[in-house]
């Protein structure tokens, strides 16, 4: 087996409906994981995704389930998390991506949307740690990879409640490292730049332009740019990397 492949193992991708987090799951899937898709109100997305495992695994037999839970919620994502581990009989990675924005200025910002930022982003990462590390330690293995932002590490005016909780994933990634490196679970981060997602389709033409113009790589990144370097720290070839972020950018974080 070459070293990027994946041996069989058990994934828990959040927020895997649409966007990054269904490229990761279809990337993991290719790869013969099976694959556990969370989604938090759009089923007909997450069935979407599902077939779209199934049709790259190819001949490869894997299990794919589809699960709905809000994982700003503590006691859905943990049991989110014991789903899994019922359904699966362990879990072998988690991907932490569900994430969301709200975006203004902070003299606008209001309390409220700095917290529903904070409590997706930043407390869901927590709250799905938290239940998968539990796990983890018990079968000495594991791969927790959580997807952080660019902005997380530079900033971005506009997004004071968005920077800070994908700054506390840095944080929380490198502390969780820390704790866990000597049961063989590694912990690491991605930071995506700009990714053609419905989360920046949303943004006003001028300001995409305005993006794309100040990325060294002149061009916005595709989903699968992320789910290949998620991809890669779920892999063998990454068994002795961990605490660290990878950047996904085209050169924005330099
Ligand atoms: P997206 O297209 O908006 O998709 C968001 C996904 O999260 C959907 O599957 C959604 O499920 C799910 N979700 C939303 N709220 C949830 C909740 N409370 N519990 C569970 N799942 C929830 O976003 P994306 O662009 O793919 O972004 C994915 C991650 O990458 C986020 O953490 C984001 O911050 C990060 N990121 C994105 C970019 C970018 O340029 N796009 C850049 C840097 C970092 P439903 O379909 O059910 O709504």
């Known amino acids: 087996m070459a070293e990027n492949e ?14 990054i987090g269904r490229a990761i799951s279809v990337a993991l899937a ?24 199934r049709e790259a695994a190819g001949e490869k037999e ?6 709905q839970a809000d994982v700003s919620d503590e006691a859905q994502a943990n049991a989110l998390i014991d789903y899994a581990e019922e359904q699966f009989g362990r879990i072998d990675i988690l991907v932490n991506n569900a994430g969301r924005t709200k975006d203004g200025l902070v003299i606008g910002m209001k309390t409220e949307d700095f917290d529903s930022v904070i409590d997706l982003n930043l407390k869901g990462t927590f709250f799905c740690c938290r239940a998968a590390a539990k796990k983890m330690i018990r079968k000495r293995f594991g791969r927790i990879i959580n997807i952080s932002s660019v902005v997380g590490i530079h900033g971005n005016a506009g997004q004071v409640n968005y920077s800070a909780s994908k ?19 590694t912990v690491n981060a991605v930071a995506p730049g700009f990714i053609e ?5 949303v943004l006003p033409d001028k300001a995409k ?7 060294p790589m002149k061009k916005g990144g595709s989903p699968e740019d992320v789910a290949n370097a998620v991809r890669f720290f779920a892999s063998d070839a990454a068994s002795y990397i961990t605490g660290q972020v990878i950047g996904v950018d085209g050169g924005m974080g330099m």
């Open 30 to 53: 290719s790869s013969g994981c099976n694959v556990l898709i969370n989604y938090a109100g759009n089923a007909a997305a997450a069935e979407e995704a599902a077939a779209l495992c």
């Open 62 to 67: 894997i299990q794919v389930l589809v699960y």
């Open 6 to 19: 994946l041996t069989v193992r058990n994934a828990v991708v959040t927020g895997a409906s649409r966007g």
């Open 167 to 185: 700054a506390g994933v840095i944080g929380m990634t490198k502390s969780l490292a820390k704790e866990l490196a000597g049961r063989n679970v």
């Open 197 to 201: 997602t419905d989360m920046t389709a």
């Open 209 to 215: 332009e305005a993006i794309l113009a100040g990325i």
